[in-house]
């Protein structure tokens, strides 16, 4: 029984040698996964590869109980999937609320109320609102890349590195606002350095080594195996 | 206080300098402002875009002809004017063309921009030799209606001055056409969602595509505003002094110190940097003998004739602001690269 | 395996076509076309030094081609006293002044840390120009020009013969484009093409303008030859010997001892035109292939190895630094010389200068295509792009022609559409000239003798 959005098996890279060996990540509505792993392990190559953004040699990518392999990264996005980039993630010469609409390029009804939920959810972007996402500090900058791919009121929402570059408080602050994204019912996958802080707020993890699943468990399993705390959690 | 004589030289200097300054940097802009955009959205150095402003020009005329044989005229404007959202929409359909089956080619593969550079010297030999074909390479003046909207002697008469002041209609035309179409064009790009999206694109097109925004449409509307701009800039252009199709080649010196001096890739500068282009080709190249004759005493009368360099030489101004800019502040007057 | 044979087939090739025009047409003119096929296969050995070697784009080919006819015309043109004594000291001060000035600002520019100070300085020194020049060269250039302005009206030359140019042409290039480079390179590569586009004008735009150096558009005539004239040679006895023992048999073939003399008369005249290409063919056979062998050689020295490194992989290779704006400084240089050589003795060839004649498609953009159709990064590829794309920009003329009156043939003799088309005609071989290159560049991107990849 697979879950909400899944995939498996999922081989390839960039043309060259392959970064993917089988890996496979999945994540049920209102839950949280969390890949962790060494740097180079394939993690935002997984994310990229789930989002059509890379031609797999072989795998499966299922959305609520349809493949969408086939699909391009546009058709992905219109059903639902959300991604955050973990660089370039913002359109920087464009104000904050410019990239807010642009999140919402697809959509054709009136988005002023999904604007104001993002304000809700990240107030400092009301106050920016008109400033160049460019201009902002590390840590806003990253609300404004979570708020824009939310503007497709998305049920996937994607986090690559989210707390990359931001100061402790700010990182606390944005796994918060995570988790009320997860509690409107939307399925999230995060990839994170910060392997502790995010398996602790995981409802299921994966350990990516080598572009494989080297572990998989619930958050708190993950956690406490002591092979797991002692080649990746620092002991 | 005889000597002094600041009223005749203001006037000598509008005549001879600001107005036509401005008209031609008012040209210089619309034509700058193709550039950019494509440098913008599209990646790189358009070397065609002199000669795609000769075939916007060549159909605007073919059309004014036309318009004229079937009796149709603009009065006291000229009949290019109406001729000229028709040769819009044929140039911008070439464009479309152009980009189908030349640039997208190299778009899909990811080319690098001097690719795409050397591509543009290709299309920059089949637009060239189009419009020769066609129309033939020589001087054509296409200009009708009412030709000043002032003139000197009028000028002198009214306001018993020894200098006379002439305003061209196509001048006063040039900066109507050239303040709406940029006016247009900032709405598009601030205010539309079109428009933002062109930017987003430019800014960043990878996430422009997980935004869902189709690479597709924003070339083909970049291309339809490139083929809009040229045309209107060509038909200024040639409106306010004559068509020839070398000529056109000639601007994309000007026409490209007025986008990088503003910053390539940004709008405003591409504006800005056409003024500044105009402004210093016009101004140092421009005798200022009679100027300080009407300024400064009779012993103090400059000898020479005061010009900075000759006309001969006003492409050396462009390349000489061009490299200052460079050397200075690399990234233009306005930071450039993204819409 | 084809791979191998592409060089000798695409030569093959370009001989059976010059071939056919000059058994089609004549010796005369095939050898027309040959020569100016080599002038262009040197420009685009230098073109491809700089793109192909480098990657990068010079759009001012045009510029350095026009600097080394320049430079045939002031070593080979006799000096004119009258105006030496008359204003010579006056340019050559304007020219001190001139280069005094280019020096004052390059030392201010380099060593002032003061932005203001900096900056009025230099404009401070080039007020004191200005005025310098007002004295000295305004005067100067008018007596220049004002003594016997029908026939000189400027300085003339040195006198020398004006094969020397082909050498100095290289040097005056040379040290234009090292003053390009030295502003240009380094910044983006797109802004190398445009300064390059824009100091071409300038340089056309000087010859044009600057009677008192060049003639401007009134033109330098009858320039001294290397090779000998056809006249002399006409009247010269073994010459005449020759051509009849070449030709015994054709000779002999006419009965009368009278038409017997006219017919050796005419072999005489076309012979002497032939010989005379031919001398010139050889000489430019020596310059192409010393440039061809020293071409080679640095393409695989350790800095051409280097050169075509960080042409494929800028990123990895500036982490030398500087390193890199100073080999390509090195290759712009060098190629621009080149450039400058062919420009030299294109301007012999011809006997004349003429600034009017200088046009960039021609001049510039016709060579791009010789070394993108010839392929990027290969000398034999540019030699056999220069040969081509000259044969194909000479002869699409007739060919376009030919293909309009075929296509209007069912037209009225007089009607205005066809004569228009016909007269229209000639301009196509731009469009030729397009097709060939945005073809090249989609189907054979790598050109018809591709840069053979190293194996490392
Ligand atoms: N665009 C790309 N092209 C080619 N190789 C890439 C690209 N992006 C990443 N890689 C390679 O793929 C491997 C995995 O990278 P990545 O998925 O970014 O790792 P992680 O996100 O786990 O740190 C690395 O070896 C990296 O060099
Ligand atoms: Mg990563």
């Known amino acids: 029984m697979n879950k909400y959005f899944s995939s498996s098996n999922m081989t390839g890279g960039y043309g060259g040698v392959d970064i993917l060996n089988d890996c496979g990540i999945e994540v049920n509505q209102g839950e949280i996964s969390v890949v962790v792993g060494p740097n180079g392990a394939g993690k935002s190559t997984a994310m990229k590869a789930m989002l059509g953004m890379i031609t797999l040699k072989s795998g499966d990518v299922i959305l609520n109980g349809k493949d969408i392999s086939g699909l391009t990264p546009e058709d992905r996005v219109a059903q639902g999937i959300a991604f955050v980039p973990q660089t370039m993630n913002i359109f920087s010469e464009l104000t904050v609320k410019e990239n807010l609409e642009m999140g919402a390029f697809l959509r054709n009804d009136n988005i002023n109320k999904t604007i104001e939920d993002i304000y809700k959810l990240f107030p400092i972007l009301k106050d920016k609102k008109n400033q160049l996402a460019g201009e902002l500090s590390g840590g806003q900058r990253q609300q404004v890349a979570v708020g824009r791919a939310l503007m497709t009121k998305p049920s996937v929402l994607m986090l690559d590195e989210p707390t990359a570059g931001v100061s402790p408080i700010v990182m606390d602050e944005l796994f918060d606002r995570i988790i009320e994204i997860k509690n409107t019912g939307v399925a999230i996958i995060i990839v994170e350095q910060n392997a502790k802080q995010a398996l602790s707020i995981a409802d299921f993890g994966y350990v990516l080594v080598g572009g494989k699943n080297k572990f998989t468990g619930k958050g708190s399993e993950l956690l406490n195996n002591p092979e797991v705390r002692k080649a990746f959690l620092g002991g | ?339 | 395996m084809i791979e191998k044979y592409r060089a000798p087939l695409a030569f093959l090739v370009m001989a059976l076509l010059l071939a056919i025009v000059g058994f089609g047409q004549s010796w005369s003119v095939a050898l027309g076309i040959i020569n100016l096929c080599i002038i262009s296969a040197i420009m685009a050995l230098g073109v491809n030094l700089q793109w192909g070697y480098a990657g990068l784009f010079n759009a001012g080919v045009m510029g350095f081609t026009a600097l080394g006819g320049l430079t045939a015309v002031l070593i080979s043109h006799q000096p004119i006293y009258e105006a030496w004594s008359g204003a010579g000291s006056g340019i050559l001060l304007s020219g001190f002044i001139l280069i005094s000035a280019g020096f004052g600002i390059y030392f201010v520019h380099k060593k002032i840390e003061k932005i203001i100070l900096k900056r009025t300085l230099i404009i401070f020194i080039i007020g004191i120009t200005l005025i310098g020049l007002n004295i000295f060269y305004g005067p100067s250039v008018s007596i220049i020009e004002s003594i016997n302005p029908a026939k000189t009206g400027f300085l003339g030359g040195l006198g020398l013969p004006i094969i020397v140019s082909w050498l100095v042409a290289a040097f005056v290039a040379g040290f234009v484009a090292w003053i390009i480079g030295k502003i240009t390179l380094g910044l983006r590569s797109d802004y190398l093409a445009i300064a390059t586009l824009g100091i071409s004008e300038i340089v056309i735009a000087i010859l044009k303008h600057e009677d008192w150096l060049s003639r401007g558009v009134r033109n330098v005539t009858g320039l001294d030859r290397p090779v000998p004239y056809e006249i002399e040679l006409q009247k010269t006895t073994w010459f005449i010997d020759l051509i009849a023992s070449i030709n015994t048999s054709k000779l002999q073939a006419a009965q009368i001892l009278s038409d017997r003399q006219d017919i050796l008369n005419k072999l005489v005249i076309d012979g002497s035109s032939i010989f005379v290409k031919l001398c010139y063919a050889g000489l430019f056979i020596l310059v192409l292939l010393i440039i061809y062998f020293l071409s080679h050689l640095a393409l695989q020295s350790p800095w051409g190895r280097m050169l075509r490194a960080i042409r494929d992989n800028e990123d990895a290779a500036s982490a030398m630094g500087k390193n890199i704006v100073a080999k390509h400084l090195q290759v712009f240089v060098i190629g621009s010389a080149i450039i400058g050589i062919a420009g030299a003795m294109l301007t012999t060839l011809d006997g004349q200068f003429t600034p009017g004649s200088y046009q960039p498609l021609r001049f510039t953009f016709i060579i791009w295509v010789m070394v993108i159709v010839g392929g990027s990064g290969n000398n034999l590829g540019s030699i056999f792009g220069g040969f081509f794309i000259w044969f194909m920009w000479i002869e699409a003329e007739p060919l376009s022609i030919a293909f309009i009156s075929l296509l209007t043939n069912g037209l009225d003799y007089n009607s205005p559409l066809r004569m228009h088309l016909i007269a229209s005609a000639p301009h196509l071989r731009l469009f030729i000239m397009g097709s060939i290159l945005l073809l090249a560049l989609r189907f054979m991107p790598r050109g018809v003798i591709p840069e053979k990849v190293s194996k490392e």
Not at chain 2, 71 to 98: D, E, H, N, Q
């Open chain 2, 1 to 339: 206080m005889e000597n002094f004589d600041i009223l005749n030289a203001l006037i000598l200097l509008a005549n001879f300098v600001i107005v036509p300054a401005i008209s031609y940097g008012s040209q210089l802009a619309i034509a700058a402002l193709g550039i950019t955009i494509v440098y913008a959205v599209l990646r790189f150095s358009n070397f065609a875009h002199g000669d795609l402003m000769s075939f916007g020009t060549m159909t605007a005329i073919l059309f004014t002809w036309l318009f004229q044989n079937l009796g149709i005229t603009g009065g006291v404007l000229p009949t290019a004017l109406i001729a000229l959202p028709f040769a819009i929409i044929v140039t911008a359909l070439l464009c479309l063309l152009i980009d189908k089956s030349v640039y997208r080619f190299y778009r899909k593969q990811k080319s690098h921009a001097v690719v795409f550079m050397i591509v543009s010297v290709g299309v920059m030999f089949i637009l060239n030799a189009t419009v020769r074909f066609i129309i033939g390479p020589n001087d054509r003046t296409f200009f009708d209606g009412e030709k000043f909207l002032i003139r000197a002697l009028d000028f002198k008469a009214s306001t018993g001055l020894e200098e006379g002041l002439t305003i061209k209609s196509t001048q006063l035309i040039t900066v109507i056409v050239a303040i709406i179409t940029m006016l247009l064009l900032f709405y598009f790009l601030q205010k539309t969602k079109m428009g933002k999206a062109m930017r987003a694109y430019s800014n960043n097109e990878d996430l422009a595509l997980l935004s869902g925004i189709n690479p597709d449409r924003v070339v083909m509307i970049t291309w339809i505003i490139v083929g809009a701009l040229g045309t209107i800039a060509g038909v200024l252009y040639g409106l306010d002094k004559s068509f020839k199709p070398f000529t056109y080649f000639q601007l994309l010196l000007p026409m490209f110190a007025a986008a990088i001096v503003g910053g390539i890739g940004n709008p405003i500068g591409a504006v800005v940097g056409g003024y500044i282009i105009a402004f210093s080709e016009i101004m140092l190249t421009y005798a200022y003998k009679k100027f300080f004759i009407y300024l400064l005493p009779e012993h103090l009368e400059p000898s020479g004739l005061m010009q900075f360099l000759s006309t001969d030489y006003k492409f050396a101004i462009s390349f000489i602001i061009l490299v200052i800019v460079l050397i200075i502040r690399p990234t233009g007057v306005f930071r450039g690269k993204t819409i």
